[in-house]
Structures are given as structure tokens and as C-alpha cells.
């Protein structure tokens, strides 16, 4: 047996046997050259924890502000003052209309991230939530990173725990993953010297996994980081994980160029993308997701990472600012019945969950109508294939 085969057996053993990877195997996983084994491997944990099924969900994004106080390198989308040119800040009215537009819409989720604006009182976060609610109670609002929930602590003067039971009693039903970028001190020194750190990402996340809050996980690659560093990153991931068991999904977030003051550097080539995604299925055995965010990662890649380890295929999205600001060309919207092809075309069975991954319709194969994948098509193709979706009070548009 050549070495390299030695050292494949020796991985696989672990995974046959539940041991968790070592940070040596996640580098020695990194550099193998063979990517179709890898992706075998990643694919093979994959299958033994979801099947065939991949997840979907209905949802859409609100960023209220770009104006961010960070001077985050890799970041297109802030503006550091407001006033200055782009910046923009939604109005409470503004945000509401967002609904309103979508009134009588299937629609499950909100995600919101905002820039750390220096001047917006306290309420205004608060209330965000609130005016949604009132105008969809069923809607679940995914909220805040991290580093929003850090900042508002600093801000305001309060305990990580008050400025989330807060935000709980106003509306707040998980939170998303953002702001992790890569953990290591060397590059996160280059890249976001300025906001929460590692360690205050962490504890942010572990205090709202105390207070009953799931929450997602990200990493930024593709920057100045290296390989260690990624991998690093993954088990300071697993680490908290063991301990609170609150993370849902990872998410991989593959660096896009323009507009920022990194522009230099090239993109990850399709490649790196597929070796990650295989890479973290591998290292987070017990984080139960994997998602591919098609808009970062193109709706092409994100599909052939269905087979690379990735279970979830995030959802429609619309209106996402923070990549198509950096030069993402992924359309503004995918609907469901693009989403629910794209996860048939790659062999695998499309589950829409709501934000908590409750199963809310399961593919049944029925025929979906004509749509071009990436054509520009209203939202109204977020209905639900053939009237299948047993959902009460939340049909769509006809
Ligand atoms: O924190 C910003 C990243 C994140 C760039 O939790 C960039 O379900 C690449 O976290 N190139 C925000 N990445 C997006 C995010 C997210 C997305 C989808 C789903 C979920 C979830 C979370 O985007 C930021 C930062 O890490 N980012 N600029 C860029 N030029």
C-alpha cells in the first residue's frame, strides 16, 4: 500500500468508526491532490447522515444599513460614515414595506444583517423586529451575527446575555452565522482588526446556545489565510459545539473580489470550493449541517457541492446585497421550483425545512413547470410546485 492510501485508510477508519479527524488530518485532507476521493469521503458522511435529502427553505434577506463603523478589508458592501456615497439606512416604514410588498407570499424566513452603524439608538434594532412581527407573526426572523450582537453590548452598555433576551422578547428566533471570517489571530488581525474578536464570537454564540437560541456558523476563506488557519477555524468551531450543541448548519463562504480593499487577490478557484466544503463535512462530524450558499458560491458550484458534502442549498434569498456588492453574478433570486430542479438534477431528494429544519414539503417528483435556471422570473415561482405544500395560511401568489 503506498503511504497515501495508508494514510486514506487510516482517515477512513476514524469516520467508519465515529473518532473524530485530528488537526493534522484536516491539513493532510486539504493537501491530497486526489479530489474526487475526498470528495467520496465527504459525500459517504453526507449520505449516512441526511440520505439523499438536501434542504431548502423560503426566505429573504434585509440589510437596513450598510453604514458600518468596521473597516473590514474583504467587505464591499459598508460604508464606514453615513452620508457617504451608497450608504443608505432603511426606516422603520421602509423595513415594513418589505412585507408589505410580499403580502400574502410564502414566506418562512427573514435574514437580517446590518453594518454596525454608530449612531442608531438601541430601539431601532429592537424595533426592526418588532414591525415585522406585527405585520407576519409566523415568520421566524433570523437576526444579528455575532459581531452586530457584540457591538450593540459595547454600545448600549450591557451583558451579551441582556442585549439577546432583549432582542428574544422583541421577535428574534435564531441567528445567523456571519462575522466569523477566519479566526486565527494573524489573519484576522489583517483582515478585521476592528470588530469582535474569536474569542467574543465565541462566547456570543455560546451565550445564545445558554439562552435556547440555535444559531449558524461561517468561515470566510480565500483571503490571506492559510490552510492551518482553516482548519484551526473548523475545530474552534467543534469545540463549542461539543460543548452546547447549538450550532445547525455550516456555511463556507467563499471570498469574492471586487469593491474592497483585498480586490487584488483572485477568487478561490472551483477547486479550493469543492475541497472545503469536503474538508468541513469531514472535520464537523458534529455539526449536522452543511450549506452550500449558492449565491457566493454560483448556483454551479453549489449544485456539484451536493455531492462534495453539502445538505442544504440555503433558499431564495432575493434582494442579498453583502456578495453582490462584491461582484457575485448569481441572479438576485432563486424560486422554489429553480431550487427544487437544481437539487434534482444533482440525484438528490429537495426538503423544504423552515429555519429550525422542521420538514415543511418533500419533493414527490411531480413535474415543475418550464423555468430557465437563473432567468429572470418573478417571485411569484416561489409557489409551491403543484399545490403539494402542506402549509396552512401560507400559500403563495397564484
Ligand atoms: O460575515 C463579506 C462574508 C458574511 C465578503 O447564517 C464575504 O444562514 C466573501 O454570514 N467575499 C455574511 N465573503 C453572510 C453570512 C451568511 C450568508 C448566508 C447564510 C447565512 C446563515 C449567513 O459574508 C460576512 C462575511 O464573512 N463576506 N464580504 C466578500 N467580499
Known amino acids: 500500500m503506498t503511504p497515501t492510501r495508508a494514510r486514506l485508510a487510516e482517515i477512513e477508519t476514524k469516520l467508519d468508526d465515529g473518532t473524530p479527524l485530528s488537526f493534522d488530518d484536516g491539513v493532510w485532507l486539504y493537501r491530497t491532490p486526489d479530489l474526487c476521493t475526498l470528495g467520496a469521503l465527504a459525500n459517504r458522511v453526507r449520505e449516512r447522515k441526511h440520505g439523499e435529502r438536501t434542504y431548502f427553505n423560503v426566505n429573504f434577506h434585509i440589510n437596513a444599513t450598510n453604514v458600518c463603523h468596521a473597516d473590514c478589508k474583504f467587505c464591499s458592501f459598508a460604508r464606514l460614515q453615513p452620508g457617504m456615497p451608497q450608504a443608505y439606512t432603511m426606516s422603520l416604514d421602509d423595513i415594513r414595506q418589505k412585507l408589505v410588498e410580499r403580502r400574502g407570499q410564502h414566506v418562512t424566513e427573514i435574514h437580517i444583517v446590518n453594518g454596525l452603524h454608530p449612531e442608531l439608538p438601541w430601539s431601532y434594532f429592537k424595533d426592526t423586529l418588532r414591525v415585522l412581527k406585527a405585520e407576519r407573526p409566523e415568520i421566524h426572523l433570523k437576526a444579528y451575527t455575532a459581531v452586530e450582537i457584540h457591538d450593540f453590548a459595547r454600545r448600549y452598555d450591557m451583558t451579551y446575555e441582556q442585549v439577546l433576551r432583549e432582542l428574544i422578547d422583541a421577535g428574534l428566533g435564531s441567528m445567523p452565522g456571519g462575522g466569523a471570517e477566519i479566526f486565527a489571530e494573524r489573519a484576522r488581525r489583517k483582515l478585521c482588526r476592528d470588530k469582535a474578536t474569536a474569542e467574543q464570537w465565541l462566547e456570543v454564540h455560546r451565550t445564545a446556545h445558554r439562552l435556547g437560541l440555535r444559531s449558524n456558523c461561517t468561515m470566510l476563506y480565500g483571503t490571506v489565510e492559510t490552510l492551518e488557519e482553516r482548519v484551526d477555524h473548523m475545530l474552534r468551531l467543534r469545540a463549542l459545539q461539543a460543548e452546547t450543541g447549538g450550532f445547525q448548519t455550516f456555511i463556507p463562504l467563499s471570498y469574492h473580489p471586487e469593491g474592497n480593499d483585498l480586490g487584488k487577490l483572485p477568487a478561490p478557484t472551483g477547486v ?124 403563495a401568489q397564484p
Open 272 to 395: 479550493d470550493d469543492l475541497r472545503t466544503y469536503a474538508v468541513a463535512r469531514l472535520m464537523l462530524d458534529n455539526i449536522e449541517h452543511i450549506k452550500a450558499y449558492w449565491v457566493m458560491l454560483g448556483v454551479k458550484t453549489a449544485q456539484i457541492a451536493l455531492g462534495f458534502g453539502a445538505d442544504d442549498i440555503d433558499g431564495t434569498v432575493q434582494e442579498e446585497k453583502v456578495y453582490h456588492m462584491a461582484g457575485a453574478e448569481t441572479p438576485q433570486v432563486l424560486g422554489r421550483f429553480e431550487l427544487v430542479r437544481l437539487i434534482r438534477e444533482a440525484g438528490r431528494h429537495a426538503v423544504e425545512r423552515d429555519t429550525l429544519y422542521r420538514v415543511l414539503w418533500e419533493d414527490d417528483g411531480a413535474p415543475l413547470p418550464e423555468i430557465r435556471v437563473g432567468a429572470s422570473v418573478p417571485y411569484s415561482s416561489g409557489a409551491t410546485p403543484r399545490g403539494h405544500l402542506p402549509l396552512a395560511g401560507a400559500e
